[in-house]
């Protein structure tokens, strides 16, 4: 049976939700929940993991090389097709860290509506995957706390910094996942999704495969 994913209503149902796990061994697992607050997105993390949530990733265009990162991805047109094979407008990836005791967000989007400028391309002898925009978002904020066996987290993301207005009974798709990282955030070594399992959401060592966007393995999140 697959997960199901609700965007709850207010903040409280961060406490009340059930939330979507995703196990990738006996020391490395974790479930998300989301809601809605105001005008935010808001998404929790409770992850088991030895290591904690930094990186010492020197580019922030290459931020998921480091590890230790949380990833959210979501399509935020509900009218795209849902067995696209590539992004569109309205598809967009947000990896949150901590480097230098400071919370870090970066937004990654494959397409966006009406771009006239020069995307960015990451390359490897492999290929290429190409980005209208990545960029740093300082309004993303980042609660975070270790624990005995890892930490919790809270995400809070401004809607207008991603160009969605939920509506309730409102279906997207979505997917929630962790990058493992080493110790010291300078290397990633595995990646887990609820619901992408592909070939390419497995890779850590191809720059293109690791930073692609791939929507039609997304899941479904309604909002409430």
Same mark, same amino acid.
């Given at each position: 049976? /697959?997960?199901?994913?609700? $965007? =709850?209503?207010?903040?409280?149902?961060?406490?009340? %939700?059930?939330?979507?796990?995703?196990? #990738?061994?006996? /020391? !490395?697992?974790?479930?998300?929940?989301?809601?809605?607050?105001?005008?935010?997105?808001?998404?929790?993390?409770?992850?088991?993991?030895?290591?904690?949530? $930094?990186?010492?990733?020197?580019? *922030?265009?290459? #931020?998921?090389?480091?590890?230790?990162?949380?990833?959210?991805?979501?399509?935020?047109?509900?009218?795209?097709?849902?067995? !696209?094979?590539?992004?569109?407008?309205?598809? @967009?990836?947000?990896?949150?860290?901590?480097?230098?005791?400071?919370? @870090?967000?970066?937004?990654?989007?494959?397409?966006?509506?009406?771009?006239?400028?020069?995307?960015?391309?990451?390359?490897?002898?492999?290929?290429?995957?190409?980005?209208?925009?990545?960029?740093?978002?300082?309004?993303?904020? #980042?609660?975070?706390?270790?624990?005995?066996?890892?930490?919790?987290? @809270?995400?809070?993301?401004?809607?207008?910094? $991603? =160009?969605?207005? *939920?509506?309730?009974?409102?279906? $997207?798709?979505?997917?929630?996942?962790?990058?493992?990282?080493?110790?010291?955030?300078?290397?990633? %070594?595995?990646?887990?999704?609820?619901?992408?399992?592909?070939?390419?959401?497995?890779?850590?060592?191809?720059?293109?495969?690791?930073?692609?966007?791939?929507?039609?393995?997304?899941?479904? /999140?309604?909002?409430?």
């Amino acid at each position: 049976q /697959a997960p199901q994913l609700v $965007i =709850g209503a207010d903040r409280k149902a961060l406490d009340t %939700a059930k939330g979507v796990e995703k196990k #990738l061994d006996g /020391a !490395r697992r974790f479930t998300a929940r989301v809601a809605r607050d105001g005008g935010n997105l808001l998404v929790s993390y409770d992850v088991t993991v030895p290591n904690d949530l $930094i990186s010492a990733a020197a580019d *922030p265009l290459l #931020l998921f090389k480091g590890g230790n990162c949380l990833d959210i991805q979501l399509a935020t047109d509900p009218t795209a097709d849902p067995k !696209r094979t590539t992004a569109v407008p309205g598809d @967009l990836r947000l990896l949150v860290t901590r480097q230098n005791d400071k919370s @870090l967000a970066v937004l990654y989007r494959t397409k966006v509506a009406g771009f006239t400028g020069s995307p960015t391309v990451l390359k490897s002898p492999t290929g290429t995957e190409s980005f209208d925009e990545i960029r740093v978002v300082d309004q993303v904020g #980042l609660t975070y706390s270790r624990n005995g066996n890892g930490f919790t987290a @809270l995400v809070t993301i401004p809607l207008d910094q $991603i =160009g969605w207005k *939920p509506v309730p009974g409102q279906v $997207i798709t979505m997917d929630l996942g962790y990058l493992y990282g080493n110790a010291t955030g300078t290397q990633v %070594a595995a990646r887990s999704y609820v619901f992408n399992n592909s070939f390419s959401a497995n890779v850590v060592n191809d720059v293109p495969h690791e930073s692609r966007l791939e929507p039609a393995n997304w899941g479904s /999140a309604t909002v409430e």
